[in-house]
């Protein structure tokens, strides 16, 4: 996840990759989506990878797949994760991305598992963090 600066707000990798490679390969990446226009498709090819990614406002979400994806499903599972968000933060914003980084981890793990989309129900992928959230607050009382 990116904003319109190339600025990375979060980033999630299922294979390892060097952390010098990370930047660069991120970097690279940035500078691919955000130079493609609007008029565009949002597939494109980059090195072993097919890149697939969304614009919500400021703020661009990148996949990077191999060969054994389809593109459509992944653009569909985007656009899940950020009405997930959206339901969670009640209208998501880039900040409450930044300063609530945690969350947005656990949502993307709820629907992620070792690179594979393990699930989609909105209901089902905030629960975990529902509760958490309400041990924590009864924690406090």
């Given at each position: 996840m990116v904003n319109k600066q190339g600025q990375t707000r979060l980033s999630k990798y299922y294979e390892h990759v060097d952390i010098n490679k990370r930047t660069l390969l991120e970097t690279e990446v940035i500078k691919r989506c955000l130079s493609r226009s609007n008029e565009q498709c949002s597939f494109t090819e980059y090195k072993d990878f097919r890149l697939i990614y969304r614009q919500y406002a400021a703020l661009f979400i990148?996949?990077?797949?191999?060969?054994?994806?389809?593109?459509?499903?992944i653009y569909e599972f985007i656009h899940n994760f950020v009405e997930v968000l959206d339901e969670y933060f009640s209208r998501v914003s880039e900040l409450d991305k930044m300063f609530n980084l945690d969350k947005v981890h656990i949502i993307l793990d709820?629907?992620?598992?070792?690179?594979?989309?393990?699930?989609t129900n909105r209901e089902r992928i905030l629960a975990p963090l529902l509760i958490l959230y309400s041990e924590c607050v009864d924690s406090d009382l």
């Open positions: 990148v996949v990077g797949v191999d060969d054994t994806e389809t593109e459509m499903a709820e629907m992620v598992l070792n690179g594979c989309i393990v699930e």
